[in-house]
């Protein structure tokens, strides 16, 4: 790449025209897309836990559950009745009148239908109460394609007619496929909202506590709303033209990335213009020499963050899939501002900027490098001097402690525990939960979510004299094993040509043994029709519902999980040897930053099992905080050694190694708080997917910055560059010809 043409740009924009032009242009893109798109909020989705591509067995099996047997359900509701003592005969004629009008005109609108137990005998009544009499479950269907407010407002109604209308000392749970995306609904609402406030005022204090200057704190955030505005409404206007999909979760984590990674570009830019402003000169040309030096690790450090976003494009399952295109969009617009808007901005507030600490200009100075580095070691940190000093003298020391001590954070990693349990991520007093847990102790978990079984065979199924025998033994033969409490034959499509069996597992439908037995069906399949009559040639076995689902998604998360990790290595890796032009280089960068992220899951691992009693993680943990944190945490790792490699032009490399962490030292480490605490502010959130996750990259990002940047980085450059000939010290700052200046 001519780096020498590319300075000239960079110059560009830290120009007084270039500057104006430059914001200018970001306000009034800003004004226009305000004018026309919408927010991305008001196209924002559940992505669900499907395939990408719809072609998932489970997904496939729906299709022909719908196909097959048209409108034969809505989104069901479990209504669980629950007393301290025995229901008495009074108390379920009380639900029984209840049951009466969920089957009335005077019922809710979002209600389909419901078990009419008015009407049932007896027997059949008594199957829905629990053994101990204290619990009776009756399930109701909600209207099909009901959104996630709908569903809130008619489960709201339900609760209010039994609350005027019910029994006194029974209470009323709601569970279920409903309940659960209508309390999802009710735990995020407003939370984008206190997320934006509460990172904002965590930014805002932390750089006004780090750098005592109240424009240092405001014009960072200034940028950062101008470019997550200019997101939003791109997204909005992606959403709109129903280009992609926008997954709700994946605004709230965007938001928070994009205001962290705005400030730290800020802090690296703001940190170089500082020393360029004291070496002496006007304001742009201040900017200009600034901008030659910082735009690479700039390019380089966006480059990477945006190839691990687009590297996500791999995933077959749909939340990993649905955060590519919002995280490119948002990291395009980061890295835009990053090398043109954030100069700009700088550049025209100049000197002021740093009120009341404005930095003076070195008596000398004449924008020398002579200047700038006196000005500079008047301003170095002594702590990261003598970190920078201790390292390289002490290298071998400094790698295999922290090597062994990441090593031993790493260790209980085996021991990881992964749940596909949405329940688990909601907190214990969520109405679903509650209602869940109530019907798992009194009666098999798996009526939270019957297995639909569809046996497909056409004219050859509805002519077939003795299929009832044949459906008997082949439900029978599904049992075997266990874990299954029922199978039933529910009913025969209008054709004959296929029929719904209903499943009810002995454990929960979302925990491990469900989803083994899911996968054996599967496995077994054609044996188990061929052993019950059923030619597999002929005959096509489809399982639908949630556990299905979920076998799906553990599938999935395993074949991206791998796909993820060789793509997010290989993709940074490639990106870091083009920077550095060393792949040894390269290669120790992602090796440390690797044992980082191993340290870290390990870390979060010990906090919540072995304190907290926590006994899984979501299966979302790996792959999000892989993802994250290696693509953030090699951003200071791109700063410090591009800072080095420039030392390395005036100094022998143990020098360069220890006056780069003494130069970077202050603003990254700055950097890394800032980021970590607003990814800290996940820690608030209600759902356990949210703050395990915000946990483990506050902590693995406070790692990175402080001990792998820090230390380990430093003195393994040390050991393994330190004795015999430099790296390629090639990059924008070395070059035959003067390096422009800026118009003043």
Not at 10 to 27: D, E, H, P
Not at 436 to 445: D, K, M, Q, T
Not at 644 to 673: C, F, H, M, N, Q
Request: with cysteine.
């Amino acid at each position: 790449m001519n780096w020498h043409g590319w300075n000239k740009w960079m110059v560009l924009f830290g120009s007084r025209r270039g500057a104006i032009t430059t914001l200018s242009a970001w306000l009034l893109l800003l004004v226009a897309l305000v004018g026309t798109s919408p927010g991305a909020k008001q196209y924002a989705v559940s992505a669900g836990e499907g395939s990408a591509d719809g072609a998932n067995p489970a997904a496939v099996a729906q299709r022909v559950l719908e196909e097959r047997f048209p409108q034969s359900e809505g989104v069901a509701a479990l209504l669980v009745f629950h007393s301290d003592g025995a229901l008495d005969r009074e108390r379920l004629g009380i639900i029984a009148d209840f049951s009466r009008w969920l089957e009335s005109e005077g019922k809710p609108s979002g209600v389909k239908g419901a078990i009419p137990y008015y009407a049932l005998p007896e027997q059949e009544r008594s199957r829905l109460v629990s053994q101990d009499g204290t619990t009776l479950l009756l399930s109701a269907e909600l209207q099909p394609g009901l959104e996630s407010d709908q569903a809130l407002e008619t489960l709201d109604e339900i609760r209010t007619y039994w609350q005027r209308h019910g029994a006194e000392g029974v209470r009323l749970e709601t569970t279920g496929p409903a309940a659960i995306s209508a309390d999802t609904l009710t735990l995020f609402r407003n939370a984008d909202f206190v997320l934006m406030i509460a990172t904002v005022a965590l930014i805002l204090v932390l750089l006004v506590a780090i750098y005592r200057s109240p424009l240092l704190a405001i014009i960072p955030l200034a940028i950062a709303s101008i470019v997550y505005s200019v997101v939003d409404k791109l997204l909005g206007l992606a959403g709109k033209e129903g280009w992609f999909v926008i997954d709700k979760q994946s605004l709230s984590i965007m938001m928070i990335l994009l205001f962290a990674v705005v400030t730290d570009y800020c802090l690296f830019v703001f940190s170089r213009y500082r020393e360029r402003l004291a070496a002496g000169g006007s304001k742009y040309e201040a900017m200009g020499e600034a901008m030659t030096r910082i735009s690479e690790p700039i390019l380089f450090s966006g480059g990477t963050i945006l190839a691990s976003m687009l590297a996500l494009f791999a995933a077959v399952f749909q939340p990993y899939r649905g955060f590519a295109p919002v995280f490119a969009i948002a990291v395009s617009g980061i890295l835009l501002a990053g090398l043109t808007l954030i100069p700009a901005v700088f550049a025209i507030a100049g000197r002021k900027a740093f009120w009341p600490f404005i930095p003076k200009t070195d008596p000398g100075g004449n924008g020398s490098n002579a200047g700038a580095e006196r000005a500079n070691t008047r301003r170095r940190i002594p702590l990261w001097e003598r970190t920078g000093r201790f390292v390289t003298r002490k290298p071998k020391t400094v790698a295999a402690t922290l090597l062994a001590l990441l090593a031993l954070a790493s260790l209980n990693i085996g021991s990881l525990q992964y749940s596909f349990n949405l329940m688990k991520s909601f907190p214990g007093d969520t109405p679903s939960r509650v209602g869940f847990e109530l019907l798992e102790s009194r009666f098999p978990s798996g009526e939270l979510a019957p297995v639909s079984l569809i046996l497909e065979g056409g004219e050859i199924l509805a002519g077939d004299g003795e299929a009832e025998f044949k459906l008997a033994a082949f439900a029978e033969e599904l049992q075997k094993g266990g874990g299954v409490a029922e199978i039933s034959v529910g009913e025969w499509s209008e054709d004959k040509g296929a029929v719904r069996l209903r499943a009810v597992m002995n454990s929960n439908p979302y925990e491990a043994e469900a989803l083994n037995r899911i996968d054996h069906w599967r496995e077994e399949g054609r044996t188990l029709l061929e052993q019950n009559g059923f030619d597999p040639e002929s005959f096509k076995l489809h399982i639908a519902g949630q556990t299905a689902e979920q076998a799906d998604v553990r599938r999935m998360n395993e074949r991206d999980t791998i796909v993820l990790f060789a793509s997010v290595f290989l993709m940074i890796g490639l990106m870091l040897t083009a920077q550095t032009r060393s792949w040894k280089m390269s290669l120790l960068m992602l090796t440390t930053i690797v044992l980082s992220f191993a340290a870290t899951l390990g870390l979060t691992w010990t906090v919540f099992h072995g304190l907290l009693g926590y006994e899984t993680f979501s299966y979302r943990m790996p792959v999000y905080t892989f993802v994250f944190m290696v693509a953030l945490g090699v951003d200071y790792n791109i700063m410090l050694v591009s800072r080095i490699r420039e030392e390395a032009r005036l100094y022998p490399w143990k020098e360069a190694v220890s006056r780069g962490v003494a130069s970077t030292g202050g603003v990254i480490s700055s950097a890394g708080l800032i980021l970590a605490a607003t990814f800290g502010v996940l820690i608030t959130q209600p759902m356990q997917e949210l703050y395990l996750f915000g946990f483990a990259m506050t902590v693995g990002i406070l790692i990175d910055t402080f001990l792998v940047r820090g230390m380990l980085l430093p003195s393994m450059l040390t050991l393994v560059f330190g004795g015999g000939k430099k790296p390629s010290v090639s990059s924008s700052n070395r070059s035959d010809k003067p390096i422009p200046m800026a118009n003043k």
